[in-house]
């Protein structure tokens, strides 16, 4: 069972920046187009960023564009989240996820990702 594993998460004042990483052991990792979802209390969980496996192709959700910059390693097997100018409202569990698909697609739907990682929570204050 492949399991993605995120790190970076944490409390931090608005206005500041995190930056999540998910890294994916034994996982083809350039196989797999990669995303970040995010899901807070109440809420569905929605794309928040995506990535192609080329890394040329990129998604980012309206409410973070300019802020959030997502990126990959393929040769550390590693995805991330670059988080800036963070608001209360960016305030979720983050889940990154990984999923087939074609060289230059991005996912943006759950049920398009096969696996995905435990969460990490992030919490933004006023």
């Known amino acids: 069972q492949v399991q993605l594993v995120e790190s970076g998460g944490g409390l931090v004042q608005a206005g500041g920046s995190l930056r999540l990483s998910c890294a994916a052991p034994g996982l083809t990792f350039s196989s797999y187009a990669l995303g970040w979802f995010r899901q807070a209390p109440g809420k569905e969980r929605e794309v928040v960023g995506a990535i192609s496996r080329s890394g040329g192709n990129l998604y980012y959700a309206d409410s973070v564009k300019g802020r959030f910059t997502i990126s990959r390693d393929n040769a550390k097997n590693t995805v991330y989240l670059q988080m800036n100018s963070l608001k209360p409202e960016d305030a979720a569990v983050y889940y990154c996820?990984?999923?087939?698909?074609?060289?230059?697609?991005?996912?943006?739907?759950?049920?398009?990702?096969?696996?995905w990682g435990q969460g990490t929570q992030v919490t933004v204050s006023s």
């Open positions: 996820a990984a999923g087939r698909a074609l060289f230059t697609t991005v996912l943006l739907r759950t049920t398009q990702y096969e696996y």
